[in-house]
């Protein structure tokens, strides 16, 4: 079988693909344009027996030192497109967005536009796709239904009463999200621009915005906070190579220049066991690893 080689590219460091600057190279990286360009290198890497992973804007990922085998899936151009129904409501709107439109992006033209919600993402990395597979935010209230391409090449609707979002997680069977319909009720411009401002600067003077990081690396256990369980255990600033727990953010980690993937999860493990040894709980990771590792 051919692969549509046009957007296909072998060797690809991961590192240029995820916000915290970390990954070795992936053995094939391909940016599909259209719905048809992927479905074709899904069948292909079926039909190769290769495994195959996403990424979308990887800030929310950490990818491997030695790199990835298989294919790498990161949406191209003509999945960040975003459209309002013609069938206008006067009370809400329904938004078709691409998978690999900017979250940000959205945010400002739903501001715009007066679709109302989004605003608490204000200032959030990365794509609409990895937004609704990581629930960021609780955007997974706005999902009326997606596009999701199975790793055999099928294509099918999936909708709301299929879903099951809960805290940073949405159960989505293995593959592809291309496209997101999401509703949202109409609000005034002015009063969303005012709700954005306050979340960019509750976000810029609580988070660590300056050093490359994938977030937070933890989720915050039932009714605690996971940066305040680190931070009380001591942790802010310990480092493990390059990376870091930030100053600023306990539930951050860092990359100070060149951090490596191992440096991240022994980092993540300590931080593990010295929490669990204090307080007793076991923090669960937020930070997901992408792909099969080599050897
Ligand atoms: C500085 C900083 C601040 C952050 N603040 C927050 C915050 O306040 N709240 C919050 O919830 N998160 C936060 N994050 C984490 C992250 O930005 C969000 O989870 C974001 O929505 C992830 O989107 P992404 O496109 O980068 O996903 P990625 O990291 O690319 O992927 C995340 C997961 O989704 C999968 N995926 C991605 N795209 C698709 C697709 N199209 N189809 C199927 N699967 C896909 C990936 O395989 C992976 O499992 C922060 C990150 C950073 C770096």
């Known amino acids: ?98 998978a690999a439109l900017l979250t940000q992006r959205l945010v400002f033209l739903a501001a715009r536009h007066g679709w109302g919600g989004l605003e608490i993402l204000a200032g959030l990395p990365g794509q609409v796709g990895g937004a609704v597979v990581m629930n960021a935010q609780g955007i997974g209230q706005f999902v009326q239904r997606f596009t999701l391409v199975s790793l055999d090449g099928t294509v099918r609707q999936v909708t709301r009463d299929q879903l099951r979002f809960s805290y940073r997680y949405t159960a989505v069977d ?77 539930n951050f980690i860092v990359n100070l220049g060149r951090a490596t993937c191992d440096d991240v999860l022994s980092l993540m493990e300590h931080i593990q066991r010295r929490v669990h040894h204090q307080f007793g709980v076991m923090l669960d990771p937020e930070v997901r690893l992408v792909g099969e590792r080599f050897g």
Request: with cysteine; proline share 6%.
């Open 1 to 98: 079988m051919s692969w549509p080689s046009a957007c296909l590219r072998q060797h690809e460091l991961l590192a240029n693909h995820t916000s915290f600057r970390i990954g070795g190279p992936a053995e094939w990286f391909a940016e599909p344009s259209t719905l048809n360009e992927l479905v074709e290198l899904l069948r292909g890497a079926a039909t190769r027996g290769l495994p195959v992973s996403v990424v979308g804007g990887g800030t929310n990922t950490l990818a491997a030192d030695r790199g990835l085998r298989g294919l790498v899936v990161h949406l191209g151009r003509g999945f960040r497109t975003v459209q309002e129904t013609g069938h206008r409501d006067e009370s809400s709107a329904t938004v078709y967005c691409g």
């Open 174 to 250: 293995p593959g592809i999200i291309t496209e997101v319909v999401m509703q949202f009720p109409k609000v005034s411009p002015a009063e969303a621009y005012e709700r954005i401002r306050t979340t960019l600067q509750y976000r810029n003077t609580t988070q660590e915005v300056r050093l490359p990081s994938a977030g937070c690396a933890f989720k915050n256990p039932p009714g605690l906070g996971a940066g305040r369980l680190i931070d009380q255990a001591g942790l802010k600033g310990v480092r493990i190579g390059d990376a870091q727990v930030s100053r600023r953010h306990a």
